[in-house]
């Protein structure tokens, strides 16, 4: 059985092929910013010769009211709903107990109406999306339709009655929000 000793042990390869292509300085910046890096060899197909456009984040100034920070008034609707269950059902008239069961609730319901409104705007997206495709048209019928679906989906598991409720409901609401949407354009 043969041992070596550090000093004998063989060195590795740099990653570089020559160490004229090693910078220290180097940065993602700089790489990207290199005029021999082409975009487009990334992937052919994905229609980079142009460069990459970066991601913008500005503000839309017009549009309905409300629908901006859309997840501020859908916490906050839950948050209300929590606060009003845990005023309701506090075991005790203490003020520290009813306190406490009153942020106990309020951190439980304002996720999961939260999250619920998140299920239904993609349940709903994708809904109408496909009909849209389908129909290949995109008018405020196929809203309404993809609503009745969605609540159908969405309640489906609760049985027939609640099913058809929640459709109907979702149905009504898109189509206050399609008609209401197309008046106003």
Same mark, same amino acid.
């Given at each position: 059985?043969?041992?070596?000793n550090?000093e004998?042990?063989?060195?590795?390869?740099? /990653?570089?092929?020559?160490?004229?292509?090693?910078?220290?300085?180097?940065?993602? !910046?700089?790489? =990207?910013?290199?005029?021999?890096?082409? *975009?487009?060899?990334?992937?052919?197909?994905?229609?980079?010769?142009?460069?990459?456009?970066? =991601?913008?984040?500005?503000?839309?100034? @017009?549009?309905? *009211?409300?629908?901006?920070?859309?997840?501020?008034?859908?916490? !906050?609707?839950?948050?209300?709903?929590?606060?009003?269950?845990g005023?309701?059902?506090?075991?005790?008239?203490?003020?520290?107990?009813? =306190?406490?069961?009153?942020?106990?609730?309020?951190?439980?319901?304002?996720?999961? /109406?939260?999250?619920?409104?998140?299920?239904?705007?993609?349940?709903?997206? #994708? +809904?109408? #999306?496909?009909?849209?495709?389908a129909?290949?048209?995109?008018?405020?019928?196929?809203?309404?339709?993809?609503?009745?679906?969605?609540?159908?989906?969405?309640?489906?598991? !609760?049985?027939?009655?609640?099913?058809?409720?929640? @459709?109907? +409901?979702?149905? +009504? =609401?898109?189509?206050?929000?399609?008609?209401?949407?197309?008046? /106003?354009?």
């Amino acid at each position: 059985m043969s041992h070596t000793n550090i000093e004998e042990e063989e060195t590795f390869a740099p /990653i570089y092929s020559n160490q004229e292509d090693f910078n220290p300085s180097d940065t993602v !910046s700089s790489f =990207l910013s290199n005029s021999a890096y082409d *975009p487009s060899r990334l992937h052919p197909l994905a229609g980079l010769g142009g460069g990459i456009d970066y =991601l913008n984040l500005e503000d839309d100034e @017009g549009g309905l *009211p409300g629908t901006q920070n859309g997840v501020l008034p859908r916490l !906050s609707m839950g948050g209300a709903f929590g606060f009003y269950e845990g005023f309701r059902s506090s075991p005790s008239p203490a003020v520290k107990i009813r =306190l406490n069961t009153v942020l106990n609730s309020m951190t439980r319901r304002g996720p999961f /109406i939260g999250n619920s409104a998140g299920v239904l705007a993609l349940m709903y997206n #994708g +809904v109408n #999306g496909v009909i849209g495709k389908a129909r290949g048209t995109y008018d405020p019928l196929n809203s309404v339709a993809a609503g009745a679906l969605t609540g159908v989906l969405f309640k489906s598991t !609760s049985g027939l009655r609640a099913a058809g409720s929640a @459709g109907g +409901v979702c149905a +009504v =609401l898109a189509g206050i929000w399609a008609f209401g949407k197309e008046a /106003i354009m």
